[in-house]
Structure formats: structure tokens, C-alpha cells
Nanobody
């Protein structure tokens, strides 16, 4: 499975972006993969942002993004989304999508994920 993240860009504080992550390759069981978004800011460790399990209602968010970010998935398109609203300068980072084929999710631990996208840059200016 290959993951392609897109949708990053430059935005002012308070603005919105929607990231997409399209899966390709052997996606027959993609609807049974947990999916997640992580981010890494310069000089910092990669951190969990959001995850969705097999079912639409099974989601988990990091505290800094709760109430502002929404993860969703469209299994008919093998695509995962991250809607980011009320963006803040501290949200600036490279955002990575990931997929876990072995657990129902949602999963917050990066080592559980088997597949990773290449990352998309999000820059929020004040």
C-alpha cells in the first residue's frame, strides 16, 4: 500500500486547510485499516494528531487539536482526510498520514502503523 498526502500550504492563523491522504496499491482491505495523522515540527519529535478506526465513529485526537481538527475517511475512494480549522502558528509542521493493517484503531502509537505517506507541509502565520 502506498499513501500520498496532499493539501498542505500556507495559511494565516484562524484559517482552515483540508489534508487528503490517498491510498493506492493493494487497497482491497483498506476499509479494515486504522488510519492516522502525525506531524513533526522543526527540531521536535513526531507527534500524534488524530486517528480513525474501522468505524466512522471511532476517532481519537491529540489534546492540542481537539475541537479544531476532524479526521474522516471515504473507503470508496481509499482516502483519509484531516479537516483543520482555527489553525494556529503552533500547528506548523510536516503532516504525515499512516495506515495500520493489524489493529482496528483508533491508534495513537506511531510504531503500530505499517504504511506512511511522504508528508505535506503546513505553515500557519500569525
Amino acid at each position: 500500500v502506498q499513501l500520498q498526502a496532499s493539501g498542505g500550504g500556507n495559511v494565516q492563523a484562524g484559517g482552515s486547510l483540508r489534508l487528503s491522504c490517498a491510498a493506492s496499491g493493494n487497497t482491497f482491505m483498506f476499509n479494515r485499516y486504522a488510519v492516522g495523522w502525525f506531524r513533526q515540527a522543526p527540531g521536535k519529535e513526531r507527534e500524534f494528531v488524530a486517528s480513525a478506526g474501522w468505524t466512522a465513529s471511532a476517532t481519537s485526537y491529540a489534546n492540542p487539536v481537539k475541537g479544531r481538527f476532524t479526521i474522516s475517511r471515504d473507503n470508496t475512494k481509499n482516502t483519509v482526510y484531516l479537516q483543520m480549522d482555527d489553525l494556529k502558528p503552533e500547528d506548523t509542521a510536516v503532516y504525515y498520514c499512516a495506515a495500520d493493517k493489524d489493529h482496528p484503531g483508533p491508534n495513537v502509537a506511531a510504531p503500530l502503523y505499517d504504511y506512511w505517506g511522504q508528508g505535506t507541509q503546513v505553515t500557519v502565520s500569525s
